[in-house]
């Protein structure tokens, strides 16, 4: 029920009215009488002139000359009737306009993606997305996901997917999409033809990894040392995918990426190659803890989380 904040200048006091008892003021008048302002609006005739004297009460008026037999409005009450019509005719608009927000969401959504998640996965949050919610305006950010994190939290972006582990202090945080990495390397290189490999075998390998801006860096790094006890010689750091592939085919060095990575490279180049125990890549949508979120937005979670969530790929 909404409650409407109603202000009396002349004793400077807030005065709360409900909804209902204006519609039952309104069904009184309309219908000449309590007795069939109740019966048609199904409540009873003491219910109904109780919810009028608390009205009355409340605004410290008389809104009906009960001297006469006939029901006649104060000028008290002709000012209230008018005005309560254009209050629940604007709350009627609002849920109008809300159930209509509700049903064809609207307006920006600005979403932070990686380069590498936005390459892989944004064309068809676009396209499927857009074909369902044509009044809704997707304004994509490219950063690694760290500063996606910083961009979300400080509310210059609306919805970010980046790379897990991050705050749960700080975020929602909703799972998205996991993948195992692969080894990619040049087809004339020792290793091209290999069935699995093991990361101990990548030790004297040169590696061509993304920027310390994203969160892959760190996690190949780590995976290095945690699992095969060596820290990876990088010999090319990049922010582009597109770039690592060039310098992988140049035989410049080999890289991990996302297997799925694989379905944009020149197959006629570049091999991927299992690794045994591979890093998982373990992609969340985070948006910023306590912070409102609109139907635009809501619907954008609701089809993201449908779309990808259930999908894992790291056994493909």
Known sequence: MFIIPFYINESKGEVVMELKELEHFIAVVDYGSFSKAAANIYVSQPT???????????LKVKLFERSTRKLILTDAGNLVYKQANKILGAANELTTLLDDLMNTPSGDIKIGIPPLIGTLFFPKIAGEFGRFNPEVNLQLFEHGAKKIEYLVEDGQVDVGIVVLPVSNTKFNVLPFIQE?????????????????IKLQDLAQEDFILFTREFSLHGLIIQQC??????????????????LIAELVI??????????SIYTKMDKSTINMIPIQSPPIWRLGIITKKDRYLSFAVRSLLHFLTGEFSINDNTDR
């Open 48 to 58: 109904l002139s109780k919810s009028i004297k608390k009205l009355e009460s409340k």
């Open 180 to 196: 195992q990495f692969m080894l990619f390397t040049n087809k004339k290189h020792p290793l091209a033809n290999k069935e699995i």
């Open 225 to 242: 040392e945690k699992v095969a006890g060596f820290y990876p010689s990088i010999s090319y750091e990049s922010s582009q995918w597109d």
């Open 250 to 259: 140049a035989q410049l060095g080999i890289t991990l990426l996302p297997k």
